[in-house]
């Protein structure tokens, strides 16, 4: 009779660590999470939060603009919730069938970011940026720059939102990439949520010219299962939820 070795003894500990762990890890039930990347610090730490509540589950979080995470549910893309900063790509989802419910969330106002040499102290100097970066106009934060600057028409006239339009360099696809081009030195200014503010130059702009963000979530209509989806869009609108999102600069949004 042949006696196991002290180092095979130790491997076989070693495996039985091994697999006891990829169990352990295996039988976390996943949560595919799409967010608006405006949303990577808050939702980051809603995880935390949640995962914390809920050890069982595993939350698997994807930032991008909305309209990127919104085309990509709809060519078939595995999500169980999707958190969007436009309600309306979640409408349009939701007429197509593919999530149910959207409910807001959180909202968020503008800011004009600029560089720390800016010449601009007020928004009426908006116009004399030579490089302002803003969001595409698929993109929220582009749809919401383009209502601004609507209502900035009707007050200071066309031919001030003319010079600012002659002034744009670059239509980026989120808002992290119109915030990045001001902190590199790239642009003058740029138009983004004030979430999105940190340690930048940022000038006021006028509560009667501002736009009021909302960002609404929904959980998937393929979500497996859909109670798992529903009860973490319930965390999100949950006082516990709302306490997170309004640490991380966002206003309550959750009455209807």
């Known amino acids: 009779m042949v006696l ?3 180092c095979a003894h130790a491997l076989a500990s070693l495996a039985v660590v091994l697999a006891l762990g990829c169990s ?16 990577t610090e808050a939702f980051g730490e809603l ?6 509540a809920h050890p069982a589950v595993d939350v698997q979080l994807t930032f991008a603009g909305s309209q990127v995470l919104r085309l990509q549910i709809e060519q078939g893309a ?3 919730v999707f958190a969007s900063a436009d309600p309306s790509h979640l409408e349009a989802l939701r007429s197509a069938g593919a999530v149910q419910s959207p ?7 503008l800011a004009l970011i600029v560089s720390a040499d800016s010449p601009i102290e007020r928004f009426e100097d908006l116009d004399r940026a030579e490089r302002l970066v803003v969001g595409a106009p698929t993109v929220p934060v582009g749809r919401y720059t383009r209502e ?4 900035a028409e009707a007050t200071h006239g066309a ?9 744009v360099v670059s239509e980026e696809s989120n808002v992290r990439l119109v915030r990045t081009k001001v902190a590199l030195g790239e642009a003058d200014a740029a138009i983004v949520y004030r979430t999105e503010i940190g340690d930048l130059r940022s000038v006021p702009i006028p509560p009667e010219l501002d736009v009021r963000a909302t960002y609404a979530v929904a959980a998937t209509s393929d979500a497996v299962p859909r ?6 869009v319930a965390f999100v609108r949950s006082p516990a939820g709302q306490a997170i999102l309004e640490a991380h600069g966002f206003r309550p949004e959750t009455a209807r």
């Open 4 to 6: 196991p070795s002290p």
């Open 24 to 39: 352990d890890e295996e039988a976390r039930e996943p949560l595919v999470v799409f967010a608006a990347s405006s949303l």
């Open 47 to 52: 995880e935390r939060a949640y995962e914390a």
């Open 78 to 80: 595995p999500a169980d």
């Open 103 to 109: 409910a807001p969330f959180a909202a968020s106002g």
């Open 148 to 151: 601004l600057l609507e209502r």
């Open 159 to 167: 031919a001030f939102v003319q010079r600012i339009g002659a002034n």
């Open 227 to 232: 109670r798992r989806a529903r009860a973490f």
